[in-house]
């Protein structure tokens, strides 16, 4: 068994949900407010969901306190973590609409440091009641003001399409975390994903930033795959993760298990680098 510490859960201040703009600022700049990324990209077979269930499962080990969001009605990164899909009779869908409070659906997972916020297809009809709500773009925002402060990282696991529920993550989030799978068409692709960023800072979310990108389904053994890395780190630079995701069949196999790949086997090329990527995310993130 992993040597996780039991830590209790510290309390939110009172109030810090209507500090001023300022405050709110400092608050984030020293670690005391959690940090919410989404993980986008337009084009499906890319890693997202994956890096979704596995790099949040790494901050957890790392004893950070995550909150893993499924913002996709096919609900896969619900069952990566363990959660029965259809399993959990409140989800996200019911927060969206109204129903509930986000502190209401929250359900534990096989990693103390790590709780997640379940999806199922029922989210398809989400988009359709956020067409006719005065605040379409920002419910998931709204949702995740009482529970920010609680966790240090909070990971949006969004769809495979540039949609409203999308348009939601992005409003809500501090940052986008990009996966760029090492093929040539999906370096073509991510325009569309830096465009609709680029639409969400001028109308809703100026402060929105981009975490950095990810490459994802690295085989060694390609050359072009070593062309889509240059070509990647040359055009987008520091943006650019150090931590490449590489092709690993632990890491494929472990959705099947429900376990991310850290529990089903820690020893794999998978768990490694996304252990890797956690640390990087965790070094990047640091504040004095």
Same mark, same amino acid.
């Given at each position: ?42 084009? +499906? ?93 920002? +419910? ?149």
């Amino acid at each position: 068994m992993l040597p996780w510490k039991f830590l209790a859960m510290g309390r939110r201040a009172p109030g810090v949900g209507n500090l001023p703009l300022h405050l709110l600022r400092i608050f984030k700049m020293f670690n005391l407010m959690g940090k919410t990324i989404s993980i986008a990209n337009q084009k +499906g077979g890319v890693g997202k969901t994956t890096t979704a269930v596995n790099l949040s499962a790494s901050l957890a080990v790392a004893e950070k306190k995550v909150l893993l969001v499924d913002f996709d009605p096919q609900g896969n990164a619900t069952s990566g973590v363990g959660l029965v899909k259809g399993g959990p009779k409140e989800t996200i869908y019911d927060v969206i609409i109204g129903q509930r409070r986000l502190h209401d659906v929250i359900c534990d997972t096989e990693i103390a440091f790590l709780k997640a916020v379940p999806a199922t297809v029922d989210l398809i009809g989400a988009e359709v009641e956020l067409m006719e709500a005065d605040n379409k773009e920002s +419910g998931l925002k709204e949702a995740l003001r009482g529970i920010v402060d609680d966790f240090e990282y909070i990971l949006v696991d969004c769809p495979p399409s540039l949609n409203l529920l999308t348009v939601n993550a992005l409003t809500a989030s501090d940052s986008v975390l990009i996966p760029l799978q090492c093929e040539y068409y999906a370096l073509e692709g991510i325009s569309e994903i830096l465009r609709t960023i680029e639409l969400i800072r001028e109308s809703l979310n100026p402060n929105l930033a981009i975490e950095g990108i990810l490459l994802t389904m690295f085989d060694p053994r390609n050359n072009l795959a070593h062309q889509v890395v240059e070509e990647a780190k040359n055009h987008f630079s520091d943006e650019v993760f150090e931590t490449i995701i590489h092709r690993n069949v632990r890491l494929s196999e472990s959705p099947s298990f429900g376990r991310p790949v850290i529990l089903y086997d820690i020893l794999s090329k998978g768990a490694v680098n996304y252990m890797d990527l956690a640390k990087e995310l965790i070094h990047k993130n640091k504040r004095p």
